[in-house]
């Protein structure tokens, strides 16, 4: 139990100056009381006084972090999971690149077999399987020999409970939309991305059941005045939201400021799209099958290519902030309410009693000075 004395709380829908926080049994016990004597007794106290109190940050695509790549070694999400706090992530979604069907099964299994005994550390909601259902010519840094055509017998095993939280697919290829409408039958989030969908294309999908774009203007087809594309689309459609990698490599930063004036706070998720080298020094890392060269700034393969990121989603809250001009507390929603929301998780990515105790505290520069994950502390600076 702990009690958090003296916080600026953003919400982040309000923010409430020098308040209290009461964590118990793993969730939000009491929230703003001047004084808490009785539910307090036995709390560890923690001054956060000239700091901000966030709900915890979920990240819905890391390939993998600290030297370890999911793809190539499924099982290491547990030990990313224990070091993505310093960065404030209490949630997120392991990434697999394009795979054959068995290393899929593979990752799968290292999912339900959960966490390690004593694990402390982000917990991993299930995998975003980003492919194999790609356009080839929007390949990226994916594999091209595991891309597929996209089928019903592909996907009999995904399921949210055997841990597929989320797909990414082209929505344009044969086969495609009847994939989509199973998926969100049965509850898995269908993200648009590596493709060359046309306008009416990416239209039909959202009609199917898709609600996401992945890293938006990143493999796809680019903004055309006469042929909006997938991009258009997504930035029209207000069923859809769409996530975005703002590094200021990925994309360039008038065009983050695009995208934050059409889709806003509850449209706008920030995703890292980390890979091993999050976390690590320059140097030679894998990202699935390919090698990848990574400099101070970004990781790209031999030809160039952006071979996902080494972004800490903090920075990128100060990216936003910084490139769009925003408020905090319409920032922090992408990386909280709005990913929540595109998970239905009423529990999280939100300050409020009864909810799930998943919390950033930041130092007024926005770095992380704390993070707690489920009432249990597991991140402080020192």
């Not at 592909?154 to 344009?172: C, K």
């Not at 091993?276 to 700034?297: C, F, I, K, N, W």
């Not at 929301?341 to 009864?354: C, E, K, P, T, V």
Request: charge should be negative.
């Amino acid at each position: 139990m702990y009690l958090l004395e003296n916080a600026t709380i953003y919400t982040p829908d309000t923010v409430l100056h020098q308040s209290n926080l009461l964590i118990r049994d793993g969730h939000i016990a009491a929230l703003n009381e001047s004084k808490l004597p009785h539910p307090a007794m036995g709390a560890q106290r923690f001054d956060a006084r000239g700091l901000i109190l966030a709900p915890g940050f979920i990240d819905l695509q890391v390939n993998g972090g600290f030297g370890f790549d999911f793809t190539t070694h499924p099982a290491s999400i547990w030990q990313v999971a224990a070091q993505l706090p310093r960065y404030g992530v209490t949630a997120f979604l392991p990434t697999l690149v394009t795979s054959p069907p068995e290393r899929i099964a593979q990752s799968l299994a290292s999912w339900h077999q959960g966490a390690p005994p004593d694990f402390r550390g982000a917990y991993p909601l299930g995998w975003h399987l980003e492919g194999p259902f790609l356009n080839p010519a929007k390949k990226g840094a994916h594999n091209l020999a595991n891309l597929r055509q996209p089928s019903l017998e592909a996907i009999q095993s995904w399921l949210p409970n055997n841990g597929v939280r989320m797909v990414t697919l082209a929505p344009e290829l044969p086969g495609a939309l009847d994939v989509i409408r199973v998926l969100r039958e049965r509850g898995v989030i269908v993200s648009a991305g590596h493709s060359l969908a046309t306008y009416a294309q990416a239209l039909a999908s959202f009609d199917a059941g898709i609600t996401s774009g992945t890293h938006i203007f990143n493999a796809m087809t680019a903004l055309h005045q006469r042929e909006p594309g997938l991009p258009g689309a997504l930035l029209a459609d207000a069923r859809v939201s769409v996530s975005l990698i703002v590094d200021g490599i990925h994309v360039h930063p008038a065009l983050v400021r695009l995208a934050w004036q059409s889709k806003g706070p509850r449209g706008l998720i920030l995703v890292s799209d980390a890979m091993a080298a999050l976390g690590m020094p320059p140097g030679e890392y894998r990202l699935g099958e390919v090698g990848v060269s990574v400099d101070t700034e970004s990781a790209r393969l031999t030809d160039g290519t952006l071979a996902g990121s080494i972004l800490p989603p903090d920075a990128a809250l100060r990216n936003l902030i910084a490139f769009t001009g925003t408020t905090l507390p319409e920032a922090l929603s992408a990386l909280t309410s709005t990913p929540a929301a595109l998970l239905g998780l009423a529990d999280r990515g939100r300050i409020a009693q009864g909810c799930i105790a998943d919390l950033v505290l930041l130092t007024p520069d926005l770095e992380v000075a704390a993070t707690w994950v489920r009432g249990e502390l597991v991140y402080q600076r020192a």
